[in-house]
Structures are given as structure tokens and as C-alpha cells.
């Protein structure tokens, strides 16, 4: 009797999610083709590194991310539902699904023709949540480089509508329920050695000075007028 039961719980427990998932699509998760040429950032990262980065580490994140939703009801969730609800899922959902939205995201906030400083509504955000530019470059920087081990630096919209910055170990992001300010990143910086160890070796902090001259402003205020 008791086998019984369980057999029965078992499958309510199977029809049930054959239920929820009627109707719904799965997500179609791509990976973007890198916006620019390979050693179009030279002035900031140098063409072997990005070809190494985006061919290898970034592809490998997003096979592995699909290996590790594939035929599960994570294929029917965006990665913000996924994101919200990380600590339920195993570390290959978590390191993945982080490696594959975070690199997304890099290679997009980068362009040949950034640097320079923010505009309109997102300039004014700055000013108001850190004092200056100058000041929440100093903070992002620093984030980035006390960030000890492998990681992120982000410029995050918070719930209550005000910016902050953090870094996160690992492939772990803003986005994530475990994290201890949770918010909408708008801007990230890769400090895993293989974003920069080919050309600055273990110069984390030239490779964040350079990064600056990168910066892809266009996309960052994008990002913060769509989620703000």
C-alpha cells in the first residue's frame, strides 16, 4: 500500500507539471556573435585574448548552460526567473547560466568606440547617487580590483531606483536571490584572469584603467532607460 501511494504521488507529480507547462514556449537562448572584430579593443584587450575569451570560455558557459536546462521546466524560464530563484537549482545551473548571461552582456557594454563619459538621464544618475563621475569610477574600479579571486565588478539599478556598485565571485550577478544587494546590472567588468592575464599578466588594475577606453556608454544608457 504504501509503494502504492507513492507511485500515485509520484505521478500527480508528473501530470502536474505536464499541466503547467501547456501552453508555455521554451526560451530560445542564443549566443550573439561578438559585436566587433577580434582585436578590434586593442587598445584595451588584445585580439588573441578576445578570440580565447569569446571562442572558448563564453561558447563553453553557453553549451554547458544548455546541457544543464535541457529537458527540464528551466527550458520555459527566462534567465531573470532563473536568476531569481538560483539557490534552488545545482552549481552547474548556477555557474553556467551565470557564465553565459554575464559574458552576453560584456562583450555588448564594450565597443571600439567607447570611452569617454555616460549622458543625459543616466550622467544625472551618477552625479546623484555617487557625487561625481570621477567618484563612481573610483568605486567601480575598486570593486573590480579588491574583488579577490575570479569575478565581476557591476553598476547596478537597485528596487528603490538608485544605482550602486558591487562585485560578485565566480559567475555569480546582481540578479542572483543569494546575493547580498540584489538589483539590475547595466554595466560589468570581467576580472577573471582570462579576460586580461595575456597581455597584463597580473596587472588586474591596468587592465581596469584600459577598460575605461572601452566602455560602450550608447549601451549603458540603453540598458538604464529600459529598466529604470
Not at 3 to 8: P, S
Not at 33 to 43: R, S
Not at 46 to 54: G, S
Request: glycine share 8%; net charge negative; charged share 20%.
Amino acid at each position: 500500500m504504501k509503494n502504492l501511494l507513492m507511485m500515485f504521488f509520484i505521478l500527480g507529480a508528473v501530470f502536474t507539471m505536464q499541466a503547467q507547462m501547456v501552453g508555455k514556449t521554451k526560451i530560445k537562448h542564443e549566443m550573439a556573435p561578438l559585436p566587433y572584430a577580434y582585436d578590434a579593443l586593442e587598445k584595451a584587450i588584445d585580439k588573441e585574448t578576445m578570440e580565447i575569451h569569446y571562442d572558448k570560455h563564453y561558447r563553453g558557459y553557453y553549451t554547458n548552460f544548455l546541457k544543464a536546462i535541457g529537458d527540464t521546466d528551466l527550458e520555459y524560464l527566462t534567465m531573470e526567473q532563473i536568476f531569481a530563484d538560483i539557490t534552488k537549482y545545482p552549481d552547474a545551473v548556477r555557474n553556467n547560466a551565470g557564465g553565459y548571461f554575464n559574458h552576453a552582456m560584456y562583450w555588448t557594454i564594450m565597443s571600439p568606440n567607447g570611452g569617454g563619459t555616460p549622458t543625459g538621464e543616466l550622467a544625472t544618475a551618477i552625479d546623484r547617487d555617487f557625487g561625481s563621475f570621477e567618484e563612481f569610477k573610483k568605486q567601480f574600479s575598486n570593486a573590480g580590483a579588491t574583488r579577490f579571486g575570479s569575478g565581476w565588478a557591476w553598476l547596478s539599478l537597485s528596487k528603490d531606483g538608485k544605482l550602486f556598485v558591487s562585485s560578485s565571485a565566480n559567475q555569480n550577478n546582481p540578479m542572483m536571490n543569494d546575493t547580498d544587494v540584489q538589483g539590475i546590472p547595466i554595466l560589468c567588468m570581467d576580472v577573471w584572469e582570462h579576460a586580461y592575464y595575456l597581455r597584463y599578466q597580473n596587472k588586474r588594475g591596468s587592465y581596469i584603467d584600459n577598460f575605461w577606453t572601452v566602455v560602450n556608454w550608447d549601451e549603458v544608457v540603453r540598458r538604464f532607460a529600459a529598466v529604470k
